[in-house]
């Protein structure tokens, strides 16, 4: 695993308020606490912004571009981040449950201690990401590109990776009984001892104790 880039944000960042946003708007060097309810807009830019314990209520933001951006303790639940990109951005203890990341880009994201069971990240690519110790239960990564992408200590139960490379991804500190991925989705994948025996059955072998 490469080490990540971490957000470039100064030290010092005043706080700002956003009332409404419109398409194709753009913020820059702040701190947010609140965000307006019931937004839709595209293309939208945040640049050097922490936003900490912000709750996105019914917030669509397609296509929106994020760089040098720390969320913390802020809740995601079920927003729209279709065709996003994400770059130097950390989440960290956040809530992103059903969260929609299909066809976003992330590069040099981190992701910490989150929740994102049932998130969406289909035909998503992901470079020099990690998610540390997160929850990914039934997340659906279908068709994404996988391109020094660690899952250190995390709970990927039931997630779907059909269609993506799972070539020199570790999996070995992961948790899960069962993903979703056919046999040369697998190819390459690194995993534990433990680990081999469930694949073995899936894959209809049968191992013999003598």
Request: proline share 3%; net charge negative; aromatic share 10%.
């Given at each position: 695993?490469r080490?990540?880039?971490?957000?470039?944000?100064?030290?010092?960042?005043?706080?700002?308020?956003?009332?409404?946003i419109?398409?194709?708007?753009a913020?820059?060097?702040?701190?947010?606490?609140?965000?307006?309810?019931?937004?839709?807009?595209?293309?939208?830019?945040?640049?050097?912004?922490?936003?900490?314990?912000?709750?996105?209520?019914?917030?669509?933001?397609?296509?929106?571009?994020?760089?040098?951006?720390?969320f913390?303790?802020?809740?995601?639940?079920?927003?729209?981040?279709?065709?996003?990109?994400?770059?130097?951005?950390?989440?960290?203890?956040?809530?992103?449950?059903?969260?929609?990341?299909?066809?976003?880009?992330?590069?040099?994201?981190?992701?910490r201690?989150?929740?994102?069971?049932y998130?969406?990240?289909?035909?998503s690519?992901?470079q020099?990401?990690?998610?540390?110790?997160?929850?990914?239960?039934?997340?659906?990564?279908?068709d994404?590109?996988l391109?020094?992408?660690?899952?250190?200590?995390?709970?990927?139960?039931?997630?779907?990776?059909?269609?993506t490379?799972?070539?020199?991804?570790?999996l070995?500190?992961?948790?899960?009984?069962?993903?979703?991925?056919d046999?040369?989705?697998?190819r390459?994948?690194i995993?534990?001892?433990?680990?081999?025996i469930?694949?073995i059955?899936?894959?209809?072998?049968?191992v013999?104790?003598?």
């Amino acid at each position: 695993m490469r080490k990540i880039q971490s957000p470039d944000l100064p030290e010092n960042l005043n706080s700002i308020t956003i009332n409404k946003i419109e398409d194709r708007s753009a913020y820059e060097l702040g701190r947010l606490e609140a965000f307006p309810a019931s937004i839709h807009a595209e293309h939208v830019r945040f640049q050097e912004i922490h936003l900490k314990g912000v709750d996105f209520d019914n917030t669509q933001l397609p296509s929106s571009s994020w760089v040098d951006v720390v969320f913390e303790n802020c809740d995601l639940t079920n927003l729209d981040f279709r065709m996003a990109r994400f770059t130097r951005v950390e989440f960290i203890d956040c809530k992103l449950v059903g969260v929609n990341c299909d066809q976003a880009s992330f590069q040099d994201v981190l992701f910490r201690q989150c929740q994102a069971p049932y998130s969406l990240f289909n035909l998503s690519t992901f470079q020099d990401v990690c998610f540390d110790q997160c929850l990914l239960k039934g997340a659906n990564f279908i068709d994404a590109s996988l391109e020094f992408l660690d899952f250190t200590n995390s709970v990927i139960e039931d997630v779907q990776f059909t269609g993506t490379s799972l070539s020199n991804i570790d999996l070995s500190q992961c948790e899960f009984s069962l993903i979703h991925a056919d046999e040369h989705d697998l190819r390459g994948a690194i995993i534990s001892p433990e680990q081999a025996i469930g694949f073995i059955e899936v894959f209809g072998l049968v191992v013999k104790d003598d």
